[in-house]
């Protein structure tokens, strides 16, 4: 079963606009990361936060973890076409990282 | 140039035959991985290695096989018992110390 799932399902801004995705999980995790996904291509990893870590930024991302919650959300802001993509969250240790169910972001030029 | 490769792009077979997709790395990562994923959704574990001669089955392992005699490579086989081979397969690698995971390019196999 996936860990993490991810709200919304789907995302359609226009180009210059935030767009903003939620991940929420089960267990408790010493890390969560933040992969993107071009249409028939692979992962690309965006940015990881430790349990520890209530906040981390890079670049246009900005990335927040509240742990009580189980929850963490990825913010794109200044978004430009070439941000279309899905977007996952992924938990898990060294061994197994479990991936989310993704949003899907459409950014309209 | 570093990275992980996968071939071919696309794969089609009959029902009833195996195939096999290749992943290669030249990252020299310890751990390599492989996922499926149908249309859209998330990825889904299939099994996993750490080190050379040694693998776990993943969530889904069920109609499948791997080897991992070499570092390098890490090339899975679907097989005849698995019911609905059809799906993007996409192979990932990663270093002993680090969460990260490198990703291929992936391999669409679409069995008729």
């Known amino acids: 079963s996936q860990q993490g799932e991810e709200d919304p399902q789907a995302l359609s801004i226009q180009e210059g606009e935030n767009a903003t995705m939620n991940c929420s999980y089960k267990t408790s995790i010493n890390n969560l990361q933040w992969y993107r996904q071009n249409s028939g291509r692979g992962l690309v990893h965006l940015i990881l936060i430790r349990s520890n870590e209530r906040e981390k930024h890079s670049g246009r991302l900005r990335v927040t973890l509240d742990t009580s919650k189980k929850s963490s959300s990825l913010l794109i802001t200044a978004s430009r076409a070439a941000d279309t993509a899905s977007y996952f969250c992924?938990?898990?240790?060294?061994?197994?990282?479990?991936f989310g169910t993704g949003t899907k972001l459409q950014v309209i030029p | 140039d570093g990275g992980i490769t996968q071939s071919p792009k696309y794969l089609f077979r009959k029902e009833g035959q195996n195939v096999t997709l290749s992943c290669e790395q030249n990252?020299?990562?310890?751990?390599m991985y492989w996922y499926r994923q149908d249309p859209g959704q998330g990825l889904r574990l299939i099994y996993y290695?750490?080190?050379?001669?040694?693998?776990q089955k993943g969530d889904i392992a069920e109609g499948y096989s791997v080897s991992r005699e070499k570092k390098e490579s890490f090339p899975l086989t679907v097989t005849s018992a698995q019911k609905n081979p059809t799906a993007f397969y996409l192979c990932?690698?990663?270093?002993?110390?680090?969460?990260?995971?490198?990703f291929g390019p992936g391999t669409r196999l679409t069995v008729t």
């Open positions: 992924a938990t898990g240790g060294y061994q197994k990282v479990t």
């Open positions: 290695s750490q080190i050379v001669n040694d693998f």
């Open positions: 990932a690698s990663r270093n002993w110390d680090s969460s990260e995971q490198y």
């Open positions: 990252l020299n990562h310890d751990a």
